[in-house]
Structure formats: C-alpha cells, structure tokens
C-alpha cells in the first residue's frame, strides 16, 4: 500500500500594526482549525500532530510585524486564510504575489480584498522593512510599462476578494 506524500507550504507576510506572537499564532489556530506552534517551543518530535509551525517577528517599516508559516497544508488557499486573519485582527496585511518581483506585494485587506501593490524593501538586520506603499495601476509608468505587472494574476488596478482570488 502506497502513502500518499505530505504537501506542505511556507507562507511569508507582514502585518502593519502592532500584534503579539500569541495572538498571531492564537487567531491562524481558530482559523486553521489545528494546532499553530512557535519554533522554539518544543523539540520537533513533539509537536502535536498537524501542528503548523509559526515564527512571528517584530520589525520595521509600515508593516513591521513578519509572519513565517511552516508546514501549512498545501491545499489550503492562503488568501482567503490570510483575508480572515486580517479581518479578525482588523490589520492590513502583505503577502508576495506572483510575480517574483521583490517590491511587488497583494494586499489584503481587513474587509477581505486584495490588491496589487508595491512597496521598498530596504534589508535590515532584523528583517525586509516595507514602505512607501503605492497601489499597482496603469496610471503608473512602471506599472503600464513592467512586465511582470501585466503578468500577474492580479494586473495593475484589480481589486479582487478573497473568495474569489482562492
């Protein structure tokens, strides 16, 4: 008898107001429905079964808090996770969207839609900080003209809710 593999995904994403790790990782169990555990807790062998692993991360910028999920099963849509994540603690949220450009971010926000946007990344050594946010349009040259805008899921000026983006 085959077993089937494990699937797992990594989601990256910011949040723009002040949030405590246990309130991150409180507020993904209830909507996740399994448990969500910091890094450091417990030796990995421990973790409870299902267990996402989540590091939570106080840094700069306009959306200073960095959130890093391990393990999330991969059949889970993280936008429309992240979309009711936002709007339970009622903060803006930036995940990377599809286009691998560094600066170009979705953001979600706490009524569940998500746009396209961009951002500055400046490298810190506590982490990316985010800012200078501007919304990805066609009114924008570098918009109108950048491949990787017209690429994306989400073209310049989409607004787009959660549901719909899963």
């Known amino acids: 008898m085959a077993i089937a593999p ?3 995904a990594l989601w990256n994403w910011s949040t ?3 949030l405590v790790p246990g309130q991150v990782r409180a507020t993904l169990a209830s ?9 450091d807790t417990v030796p990995a062998e421990q973790f409870p079964d299902g267990a ?5 991360w106080q840094g700069a910028g306009e959306f200073p808090v960095g959130v890093d999920c391990y393990a ?3 059949e889970l849509p993280e936008t429309l996770v992240l979309a009711a994540f936002a709007r339970r603690v009622q903060r803006r949220c930036v995940l990377p969207d599809d286009t691998l450009d560094p600066g170009r971010h979705l953001l979600v926000s706490p009524d569940g839609t998500l746009r396209p ?3 500055d990344i400046e490298p810190t050594s506590y982490g990316d900080r985010r800012a200078n946010l ?3 349009s066609l009114a924008d040259p570098g918009c109108h003209n950048g491949v990787s805008c017209g690429a994306s899921r989400w073209g310049p000026d989409s607004v787009v809710s959660a549901r719909r983006a899963a």
Do not use: E, M, S
Not at 31 to 39: C, H, N, S
Not at 52 to 56: A, E, K, S
């Open 52 to 56: 996402v692993l989540c590091d939570v």
């Open 117 to 119: 946007v961009h951002l």
């Open 16 to 18: 723009d107001g002040p």
């Open 31 to 39: 909507i996740l429905g399994r448990p969500v555990v910091a890094l």
């Open 72 to 74: 999330v099963p991969a």
């Open 134 to 136: 501007r919304l990805c």
């Open 6 to 8: 494990f699937r797992a």
